[in-house]
């Protein structure tokens, strides 16, 4: 079963920025695509970004030109640079790890963006 935890998250005014950093264990078969995922109150939980193993890219719209995702797969990490910060931002942002046939989640980590 693979664990995921997340770090990285906080307040940050509008146009600031964050990173975060989920480290993924317990891969048995190697881990496929990681990505982020984020849900506001009220909100169903949307895609942020995604990666897979080999470096394809995929973003929200609301995100491109923003955020950037990453991964290391030496130390099973994935990484979300996030600039440009908007308090639309706001919400708990979730790692998920695809390795065949489950997908696995983080505990989740707060991003808040302050006008």
């Known amino acids: 079963q693979v664990q995921l935890v997340e770090s990285g998250g906080g307040l940050v005014q509008v146009g600031g920025s964050l990173r975060l950093s989920c480290v993924a264990s317990?891969?048995?078969?190697?881990?496929?695509?990681m990505g982020w995922y984020r849900q506001a109150p009220g909100r169903q939980r949307e895609l942020v970004a995604t990666i897979t193993r080999g470096g394809i890219t995929n973003y929200a719209d609301s995100v491109k030109g923003r955020f950037t995702i990453s991964r290391d797969n030496t130390k099973n990490t994935v990484y979300l640079q996030m600039n440009s910060l908007e308090p639309a931002d706001t919400a708990v942002y979730y790692c998920?790890?695809?390795?065949?046939?489950?997908?696995?989640w983080g505990q989740g980590t707060q991003v808040t963006v302050s006008s």
């Open positions: 998920n790890a695809y390795e065949l046939p489950n997908h696995y």
């Open positions: 317990g891969s048995r078969f190697g881990i496929n695509s």
